[in-house]
Structures are given as C-alpha cells and as structure tokens.
C-alpha cells in the first residue's frame, strides 16, 4: 500500500477566459507527494497559486490535466474527503460550541446525541471542556480556532488541509496555537498541509516548506526543515534555520509573472 496520502501527477489547471489567449493558466503538469504523517507548509506571494492549488485537492475545482490521488487512488469525488480548515473560523453564531463542533457528524448522518458524545469525549483535550454551551461571541479568537480544529479533526479525513488559521490572531496567542497544534499533530499522527505567508510559522511547524515563485507552476521548490521533533520556538534561532530563513524569504522576494 503507497505510503502517500496525496499525490498530483502531471496536474495542470487554467481558469477559463472569453477566448483561448484569455486563458490563465495556473499550474502545468505539476507533481507532487505527501507521504502519511508529514506537516507540510506552503508559502508563496499572494495570487501564486495556493489557493488554487488546496481547491483542487479538496474537489473544489477539477484538473484540465492529470490526476490526483488519495490515499493511493485516483479521486474525482474528493470533495468531502478531506479535512479543510479554513482561514476564518465559519462557526454558526446561532449554535452552540458543542453543535458547531458536531456538524461534520451530523452531515455524516450520525444522531445527535451520539455526534455530542464524539465532541464532549474531546472537550478537554481541545482546551474548551466548560465552554461546550457558549457560543462564538463569547469566545476568544484561539478558542474559535480550537473549536474549527476540533471540527476539521472529526471530518475523519487523515488528511487536513489548514489554509493560514492563525493570520487573524494577536503574535502571542498565534505562537501559542503553533505549539498547541504540533502537540495535536504529534498524538494524533495525521497528514497536514497547512498555507501561511509567515516564514518563520512555516519552519516551526514542518518537515518540509514548498514554495511557490511563478505561475504558471510547473514544480515546486522544496526546503527540508533542519529540526529534530519535538521542538520549540527557541529552535528558530539555530543558525542553520536563520540561513534557510533568509534563503526563504529571498524566494517569496522573486516577482510573480502576470
């Protein structure tokens, strides 16, 4: 059994225009794999491709070219198979913590009171046991992101994509929700693919860093992370990391061509 979550083999993609020479093509005959259990981040400047690139994943948008596999087979129904969080909470405010986290449940057709035993099994675990019958606005912005976490965790998928879910929040509460979610990551041993456009969040978190530099994308510059697991935020300071920092950060400086 292939020991790769997800793959794109020879995948291209262009969004339509009135006529052929209006076409913008995004990526061509791009390859990529992620093997079961990575933490994978993708940066890049904004309208490189990221974005588009987690809507083909997640069966939001189809290939003009190639094929993308889950799991070791070719997927043209993905959507709803993988687990996505995105960038903004999308918690309901008229529902309660407990019934916004229970929703992918509930979409599954299991019974409420068995999809609210799932979620109450958890509370605690996810730092919100107490706060099941608040809702949103009663709660701080790590905790909303908790509870979308908590949600995207019971979609079931071993594959999650994260599309930048700290961007919003304060550096303090971010650094703590990075830790916080390597510590899920490690214990629950699922694959992510997580978009950030902060470095410095992208070599904390990964095993490796793909970068984005032109569209259209015909493959992806791949950056091994230098850090042993665990780690800690004081391991950003390693020399070896500064210098891939520094290269990083030169990428994302290259222009985008239109």
Do not use: C
């Not at 070219?65 to 995105?86: A, Q, T």
């Not at 019958?133 to 994509?161: A, C, D, W």
């Not at 410095?200 to 994308?217: G, K, M, Q, Y």
């Not at 300071?237 to 290259?254: A, C, E, F, S, Y």
Request: proline share 5%.
């Amino acid at each position: 059994m292939s020991r790769s979550v997800l793959q794109l083999r020879e995948v291209s993609f262009h969004y339509e225009g009135e006529r052929d020479e209006e076409k913008l093509s995004i990526f061509h005959t791009l390859n990529l794999s992620i093997n079961n259990g990575e933490f994978i981040s993708i940066v890049g400047p904004s309208g490189s491709g990221k974005s588009t690139l987690f809507r083909l994943i997640t069966g939001l948008e189809q290939p003009a070219g190639g094929d993308i596999l889950l799991n070791g087979e070719i997927r043209k129904d993905r959507l709803g198979s993988v687990g996505y969080m995105p960038q903004q909470d999308l918690l309901m405010p008229w529902r309660s913590i407990l019934d916004n986290a229970a929703l992918p449940l509930e979409l599954k057709g299991i019974k409420k009171a068995m999809a609210h035993k799932q979620v109450m099994e958890l509370l605690e675990e996810f730092g919100l046991k107490g706060s099941e019958y608040r809702y949103p606005s009663e709660l701080s912005g790590g905790m909303k992101q908790r509870v979308s976490f908590m949600r995207t965790v019971l979609s079931g998928s071993n594959l999650m994509i994260l599309d930048e879910p700290f961007s919003a929040l304060d550096a303090i509460t971010r650094m703590a929700m990075q830790e916080w979610l390597l510590e899920q990551w490690e214990k629950r041993k699922k694959t992510i693919l997580f978009i950030t456009h902060d470095v410095n969040e992208a070599l904390f978190l990964s095993d490796r860093v793909f970068v984005f530099s032109e569209i259209p994308v015909r493959t992806l510059q791949e950056v091994k992370v230098p850090l042993e697991r665990p780690r800690n935020l004081r391991d950003l300071n390693n020399p070896d990391v500064i210098k891939l920092k520094d290269h990083l950060i030169d990428q994302l400086r290259v222009k985008v061509k239109p």
